[in-house]
Structure formats: structure tokens, C-alpha cells
């Protein structure tokens, strides 16, 4: 073939694409119905267009029919978006084929063009197309889009406490406003961001309402960022301080008190021992104490004193028993020994002949692991009965204590 009949057969192909109204178009649709014309700013994203036609011609197939960009024909449109079916093509047949006498509809997104500096509208043509032979006759449609320039929004604080509680509601108010429309306001302050995308009744006010324990106590700057539809955005700061929470009224604030919600746990409350609960917040549950009783007599003269009776009751199987004795008359300084339980009786095992001086002291413990150890100490008097002391000694102490709370 030569070169001028190949360059006449793709004229003439370019013809037959580019003037389908063409005797033969076997093709033929009627405008139903379409959406919308919109105002938007330059570079704003819309969902929900679309054109709806009745097929009113040959059958059509999603292989070759599309909804395409017309007026003219093969133009980039300003307002393509990525999720068209092709370049020039906003969508394709959204089932797999369409009869003469029913309907279907395009669906498409559009993106207004970027960078427009004035408002300007646009008149946008579509026309169906099956692609490689015709343009649909019937089917030529527009939209009109008003485009609007881009301009960041404005921002300002309408209503905000100087310092809020975090037993309360932390509430802001800004005044946002945007010449086509606010898509959100991030309200970040003490390392959180609270996202409010509807506004108020007025269609301006955005309000934050939030648990005000939601955000750490101190003073915070917080700030208020308005975003239009485009990305475009504007800040406004303002200082805030979050106090401390007494939520139970005991007195003490949620930063020591290890359960903020109940009066009956805080430092210096009693710690029930072995209820699962730390009651006076030192970080554990309270142990509980050898439950084992002492009892005991003795004579006392001027200078010494006689054992007539010391006994242990109800200490438990297996527990060590400690017995001291320090200071002039002690028959030992110290004794160790398991208990098989029940009642010990000391005097006999250890003090039946001793005569203690005055100031001498015996000790007794009785320690059973995961307790707290019970201790009597008596001190030797002059011409009195023992001074007589129930003490008690967490397993990491080294001494005992009167209390162990
Ligand atoms: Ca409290
Ligand atoms: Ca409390
Ligand atoms: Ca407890
Ligand atoms: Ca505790």
C-alpha cells in the first residue's frame, strides 16, 4: 500500500470516529435524569455525579460502553479524578448490558481544577460512547461547576476556661468559617487531637466536649485547627490548664490517691490484709498477721524475775518460733525451733529456772511465710509485772513495729 493510501485510510477512519452522526449509528439513548451542579473550591473532590439514559438503539455492553468527555470530543477535562474508568472516560457500564427500552446509570467523581483564581463556571459535555464505532446519538449532556478560588479558612476562639477540673468536661468553642465550607476542626492540646466535624446549629460554632481526664493535668496550649474541603487550614492558640481530680472528696488528689473513685482507698487508709486490695496505696495488699496468742505471768522482786507461766496458743503447724533474750540472767540469747502447732508452752522449754534482771528483755516471733510476723517483747521491772509489748514485722523488715498497716 502506498503511503498516500494508508495516510487516506487513517483520514478516513479519523472521519467515520470523530462525526459519528452517521446514517448507520445503530446506537441511540434519551436523557434521564443527572446530578448536579455544584459549587466547589479549586480543587475540592465531589462524589455522587452521574447521567441516567434509556437506551433507545442497539443493545449495550459493558465491553464498549462508556460515558465519555465530549464538546469537544477527546479533550482533557479539568475536572478528571483518578477513580474514572479511563483518561476520558468518568465511568463505564455498570452492568454487563443494557436492552433497548431500559435504563442505566454513569456514576463518576470529579475534582475541580486547581489553582483557579476567580470564580469561574464551568460547562462540562459527556456524551455515552461505544468505544472504536460511534458516539450514542441522543446522549449529548452537561454539568455546570462554579469554582470557587481556594482561601484558607478563619478561626477563633469563642469560649474557653482559663483552667478546668479533670473530674469535669473540657468545653472550647471556636468560631470557623470558610468561603465554601469547613470539613473539620482538630482541637490538640496535652498531646491528644479531638476531631468535631459537625458544627453547631449556626452551621459555624464547633464545639469540643470531652471528658476533661481525657487530656493530662498541667498547663497546656491548646490548639484549635479549622481544615476546609481542600486541605486548606487555619490556627488559633490559647492557653489552658487542667487541675487535678478529687472524684471521691476524700481529701486526696488523683495523683497519690490509687483509687480516685472510692474513699475508702488512699494513702493512709487501713489496708485490710489479704482482700485483694491495696487500700492505702503503698503498692500491695496488706499481709496478714500469724494468728497466734500470747499469754503469760511471772513474779517479780526487787532485783529479778521468775517465768511462772508463757505460752503460744493456736500457732499454726509449721511455724518458726524465735525466742530472745538479751541483757544479764538469760539462760541463751536465742532459740529457734518449728512448731508442730497448737499451744507452746516457752517456760517449761526454756525459762523454768531463770531469775531475769531488771531491763532484761525476752522476745517471742512467730513467723509463717506470706505473714507478717507476730512478736511479744517483755521487759524485766523492778518489783512489776513485765512491760509488755505486741509488736509486728512485715517479712522484709529487719525489726518489728507496733503497727504494719
Ligand atoms: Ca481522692
Ligand atoms: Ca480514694
Ligand atoms: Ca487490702
Ligand atoms: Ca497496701
Same mark, same amino acid.
Given at each position: 500500500m502506498s503511503v498516500v493510501a494508508r495516510l487516506l485510510g487513517a483520514l478516513l477512519l479519523c472521519a467515520l470516529f470523530a462525526a #459519528? !452522526?452517521?446514517?448507520?449509528?445503530?446506537y441511540a439513548a434519551v436523557f434521564k435524569d443527572q446530578c448536579c451542579y455544584l459549587t466547589l473550591e479549586s480543587g475540592e473532590v465531589a462524589g455522587g455525579q452521574f447521567f441516567e439514559f434509556e437506551n433507545s438503539g442497539a443493545a449495550w455492553d459493558v465491553r464498549n460502553l462508556k460515558l465519555g468527555i465530549a464538546g469537544p470530543y477527546e479533550r482533557d477535562s479539568p475536572?478528571?479524578?483518578?477513580?474514572?474508568?479511563?483518561l476520558r472516560r #468518568? !465511568?463505564?457500564?455498570?452492568?454487563q448490558a443494557v436492552l433497548n427500552g431500559q435504563r442505566a446509570r454513569f456514576g463518576f467523581a470529579i475534582q475541580a481544577p486547581a489553582n483557579v483564581g476567580t470564580q469561574t463556571v464551568y460547562r462540562e459535555h459527556f456524551q455515552l460512547v461505544a468505544e472504536g464505532e460511534y458516539w450514542v446519538a441522543g446522549s449529548e449532556v452537561y454539568l455546570d461547576y462554579t469554582v470557587l478560588p481556594s482561601v484558607p479558612p478563619n478561626v477563633g476562639f469563642t469560649s474557653i476556661p482559663a483552667a478546668v477540673n479533670r473530674s469535669g468536661k473540657l468545653e472550647v468553642s471556636v468560631d470557623a468559617t470558610d468561603n465554601r465550607a469547613i470539613l473539620r476542626v482538630e482541637f490538640s492540646v496535652g498531646g491528644k487531637t479531638f476531631t468535631v466535624a459537625a458544627p453547631e446549629a449556626d452551621g459555624r460554632t464547633f464545639k469540643l466536649s470531652v471528658p476533661a481526664e481525657e487530656v493530662p493535668a498541667g498547663s497546656h496550649t491548646l490548639i484549635a485547627r479549622a481544615v476546609d474541603r481542600v486541605g486548606n487550614f487555619a490556627t488559633a492558640t490559647a492557653a489552658i490548664t487542667l487541675t487535678l481530680a478529687d472524684r471521691d472528696g476524700d481529701g486526696v488528689l488523683e495523683d497519690t490517691d490509687c483509687n480516685d473513685r472510692s474513699t475508702a482507698i488512699r494513702p493512709g487508709a487501713t489496708d485490710i490484709p489479704a482482700n485483694g486490695v491495696d487500700e492505702n496505696c503503698d503498692g500491695a495488699d496488706a499481709l496478714p498477721l500469724v494468728n497466734a496468742a500470747f499469754s503469760s505471768q511471772w513474779v517479780a522482786s526487787t532485783k529479778t524475775t521468775r517465768v511462772t507461766s508463757l505460752k503460744i496458743k493456736g500457732v499454726p503447724m509449721g511455724a518458726r518460733v524465735e525466742v530472745r533474750c538479751a541483757k544479764?540472767?538469760?539462760?541463751?540469747s536465742v532459740r529457734r525451733f518449728t512448731a508442730r502447732g497448737g499451744t507452746l508452752d516457752l517456760r517449761r522449754q526454756y525459762f523454768r529456772r531463770a531469775k531475769l534482771r531488771v531491763g532484761t528483755t525476752v522476745e517471742i516471733r512467730v513467723i509463717v511465710p506470706g505473714y507478717i510476723t507476730k512478736v511479744a517483747r517483755y521487759t524485766m521491772r523492778k518489783k512489776r509485772t513485765p512491760l509488755t509489748a505486741y509488736l509486728c514485722m512485715p517479712p522484709s523488715a529487719a525489726k518489728p513495729t507496733r503497727t504494719c498497716a
Open positions: #459519528p !452522526a452517521h446514517a448507520q449509528n445503530p475536572f478528571y479524578h483518578p477513580s474514572w474508568y479511563e #468518568p !465511568a463505564r457500564l455498570p452492568v544479764r540472767g538469760c539462760p541463751f
